[in-house]
């Protein structure tokens, strides 16, 4: 099983500011076969990035994902009020499918 | 636009079986460039992949769970569906249905989106 360890565990950052979340995978992950979702409190998850680089549509262009083989990175370049949320990474090499433990971005 | 909507008991009883339905609307479960899965997420805790199938009827599932789930595809009715036996209060989640692209055809395996609102349940006695 590919564990995904994501850090920080909370980002406190001010609107405007950019952030960075990582997400370290126990094994290669090939292919750059990575997603991130952003999760706000009552809705569901909703995909971000997926194949590690790749925005979904209608995801603006401040959120970026880059990395490869283990470690993994999305940023977003300046943080707007809806922004401050749960950010999960999921990779897809290999089964079982298995998600990061999250990263809070919260308003300072 | 396609929306996915889960549904089912928001209580089980220890022990027993919970089942639930996602029904598909906008688009056709019949399609052959989509897995549909299930994701639960317990209250206040991180997401668990659970199991996914195809529309043809191969699945694959999360061996932490495949001895207690089924999932069946209806496309006469546009719905796919989860059961999970011998439920703990470990199961008790909020249970959501997503679809999946299929990315390769060497790999069942995929992103999810988009997913349903999901449904909270509870095992309680």
Known sequence: ?108 | QLQLQESGPGLVKPSETLSLTCIVSGDSIRSNRYYWGWIRQPPGKGLEWIGSIHQSGNTYFNPSLRSRVTVSVDTSKNQFSLKLTSVTAADTALYYCARQDIVATTSPFSWFDPWGQGTLVTVSS
């Open chain 1, 1 to 108: 099983e590919i564990v995904l360890t994501q850090s920080p565990g909370s980002l406190s950052l001010s609107p405007g500011e950019g952030a960075t979340l990582s997400c370290w995978a126990s094994q290669f992950v090939s292919s750059g076969y990575l997603a991130w979702y952003q999760q706000k409190p009552g809705q569901p998850p909703r995909l971000l990035i997926y194949g590690a680089s790749i925005r979904a549509t209608g995801i603006p262009d401040r959120f970026s994902g880059s990395g490869s083989g283990t470690d993994f990175t999305l940023t977003i370049s300046r943080l707007e009020p809806e922004d401050f949320a749960v950010y999960y990474c999921q990779q897809y090499a290999g089964s079982p499918l298995t998600f990061g433990g999250g990263t809070k971005v919260e308003i300072k």
